[in-house]
Each structure stands twice: as structure tokens, then as C-alpha cells.
């Protein structure tokens, strides 16, 4: 695989960190609100919660669209879009999983928190030049997605299946979007500090 060398000064590369960072500082305090409401709202397994459960992958699908729209052309643009494409899957199928119970909510959550922790990592992975920095936060996220989503498909065929892990699972990955985002912006200073 042949590797594109940008200046880190480059307009395009510039527009991507600004566009991420935002994108990033977004979704990761948008996560971390709805961890706040679903904490409050999912006792009984009812309208709000449910709709609750939909909204936030939906979330993740208009961010992978923001996503898309600024990222080149390219096998990490179309890792997005599958990305995206899954999110607005899963918020279908947790709506239905809903009239089902907790357990099948749970199976559905868990098989999407890996199969978008996976897609996550591939995009970090390919976004660890010296443009966009080294990307750990978000590999950190989507390995952590991963190996989640499988602890919950485990959790969901036990005894007490529960959504109370789904609160922490918002609120790590709003922690480690902001984390992102934050050092997009520090990588921002030191390039432009460079340049002066």
C-alpha cells in the first residue's frame, strides 16, 4: 500500500482537522448527555426509553454522514458510509428489539458496538499520519466498542440482562470523542506554531 505525504500546513489537511475536531468535540459531548437522560429514563423499558435506544445510534449514523461528506475519496470514506449505513440499521432494529425486552435490546446494542467498534478502529488506524495525529483515542474507543458489544451479547443471555451498562458504555465513548478532539486541537497549535 503506497502512502500520500501531506504537509502538515496543506489547506485540505487544515479543513480535515477543523472539520474532525468539531465533528469529534460534537459527538462527544451529544453521547455524554444521553448517557445522562438514558440514566434517568430506563427503569421501565417503555416510549422514552426506547426512543432514547433509537436516537443514539442514530446519532453515530448523521455523524458518519458529516463524516463522509469531509473525508477524501478512499477506502476510509467508505468505511464511513458502511459505518453510517449500520448506525441507521441498528436504530431500526433496537426499535423493534424493544417490544421484545431487555435481552433482545441488549443482543442488538452489543452485535452493533462491535461491528461499528470494528469499523471505528479501521478508520483510526488509517487516520494516524501527522496530519490528523496518532489517532489513540479513538482506537482506544473502538477497541473498547468491541470487546464490549461482545461482553453484552453475553450479558444479555444470562439470567438479568440489564441496560445499565449502556449508560457507561455513552458516556466512555463521549469521553474518548472529546479526548479526540482535544488532541486534534493541540496538534492544530503545534503545526501552526511551527509555521510561524
Known amino acids: 500500500m503506497t502512502t500520500q505525504t501531506v504537509t502538515p500546513t496543506a489547506p485540505a489537511a487544515t479543513g480535515e482537522r477543523s472539520s474532525l475536531l468539531r465533528l469529534y468535540l460534537s459527538r462527544g459531548i451529544l453521547a455524554v448527555a444521553w448517557a445522562l437522560a438514558f440514566a434517568g429514563a430506563h427503569e421501565d423499558l417503555n416510549a ?3 426512543t ?8 453515530d449514523a448523521v455523524s458518519s454522514l458529516i463524516d463522509y461528506r469531509a473525508t477524501p475519496n478512499g477506502s476510509e470514506r467508505r468505511v464511513t458510509a458502511f459505518n453510517g449505513m449500520l448506525s441507521t440499521l441498528a436504530a431500526l432494529a433496537i426499535g423493534i428489539a ?13 452485535a452493533w458496538a462491535v461491528v461499528s467498534g ?21 482506537l482506544i474507543s473502538g477497541g473498547l ?10 450479558q444479555a443471555g444470562g439470567d438479568h440482562p440489564s441496560l445499565d451498562v449502556l449508560s457507561v458504555y455513552a458516556t466512555g465513548g463521549g469521553v474518548w470523542f472529546i479526548l479526540q478532539a482535544l488532541l486534534l486541537g493541540w496538534k492544530s497549535r503545534q503545526l501552526r506554531a511551527r509555521t510561524v
Open 98 to 110: 424493544g417490544a421484545d425486552g431487555v435481552a433482545a435490546v441488549l443482543h442488538v446494542f452489543g
Open 118 to 138: 470494528a469499523a471505528q478502529l479501521t478508520v483510526g488506524l488509517r487516520r494516524r499520519g501527522p496530519e490528523l495525529g496518532k489517532q489513540w483515542p479513538t
Open 52 to 59: 432514547l435506544l433509537v436516537v443514539y445510534p442514530l446519532v
Open 145 to 154: 466498542s468491541f470487546l464490549v458489544g461482545i461482553t453484552y451479547n453475553i
Open 48 to 50: 422514552p426509553a426506547i
